[in-house]
């Protein structure tokens, strides 16, 4: 997936969204890296484009060839201009393509909703569901839908912006067995992760393809927890400042059980 400064870009039975495994991993095995083809011409001008905001000569790009790839990793133009935070000029782009080439992927597998998902541009995700709802449950190569993208990058509108197109999506697992619940907890974003918890109660003791329980995985998290070395006054300080919110661990596991049934039960 490409990054806003550069040019870069599992399922279980209860999914309802069961791609072909075997589809997948005959693409790994084909294509173990980015294949190393670049049009540096078409690039540079892409870029420029950008940089100068020529919006007009982007848009007579993606009229003439909407799935061009730019980059070695096989991004179009819309994926990039998403990832560089254009929200008004994607919205432009997406009015002139038609609705099959919004599904377009990048190396990794990453529709234009992934890249949205994952940098929270509500209004593009918006405009790219609108005109084309079956992109909600596209998947990557890792199998993840944009909901688990959102979540994995702590996205919290983006997530339930998300849910309201489709509000059965939460169902959905990555190739990993990870539910979104799982990528928030991986994310480092206890706050969407107790939202989801309290939305999903049934997550909380869903376990990913490693038998892996949300709190299992919590506690891999050093960042969670206060340590047991002796800080100083500053350090004390600057932890008490993080902005996790209080009781965040405990509260996301007391909705049926106790915490101590969690800690002797793992």
């Known amino acids: ?86 929200t008004d000029l994607a919205k432009s782009l997406i009015g002139q393509m038609g609705a099959v080439h919004l599904k377009a992927k990048s190396w990794n597998g990453d529709t ?4 949205a998902a994952a940098v929270g541009d509500c209004e593009v ?40 197109e489709d509000n059965d999506c939460f169902k959905d697992r990555r190739e990993d067995g990870a539910t979104v619940l799982h990528c928030a907890i991986m994310g480092n974003a206890p706050s969407l992760a107790l939202e989801i918890a309290r939305q999903y109660p049934e997550l909380i003791t869903s376990r990913n393809a490693d038998a892996v329980a949300p709190l299992q995985l919590m ?17 004390s300080f600057l932890f008490r400042c993080k902005s996790y919110p209080s009781s965040s661990i405990f509260m ?3 909705f049926r059980h106790s915490v101590f049934f969690f800690v002797f039960w793992f």
């Not at 234009?112 to 890249?115: A, D, F, N």
């Not at 506690?219 to 350090?235: D, K, N, Y």
């Open 1 to 86: 997936m490409g990054t806003p400064n550069g040019l870069t870009s599992s399922v279980f039975p209860e999914s309802g969204n069961e791609p072909s495994l075997d589809y997948i991993d005959e693409r790994r095995k084909e294509t173990k890296e980015p294949p190393h083809k670049l049009d540096q011409r078409y690039f540079r001008m892409v870029k420029s484009h950008i940089r100068h905001g020529r919006n007009d000569k982007l848009l007579d790009l993606v009229k003439s060839n909407p799935d061009r790839r730019v980059n070695l990793m096989e991004d179009t133009l819309l994926h990039i201009v998403i990832a560089c935070g254009k």
């Open 112 to 115: 234009p909703l992934h890249v």
């Open 125 to 164: 995700a918006t405009e790219l569901v609108r005109n084309n709802k079956e992109i909600i449950r596209e998947r990557n190569l890792k199998l993840e839908t944009p909901l688990h993208k959102a979540a994995l990058y702590g996205q919290r509108d983006m997530f339930w912006c998300i849910i309201e």
């Open 219 to 235: 506690v891999t998290i050093p960042g969670l927890f206060r340590s047991q070395m002796a800080l100083g006054s500053l350090e």
């Open 252 to 254: 996301l596991f007391s």
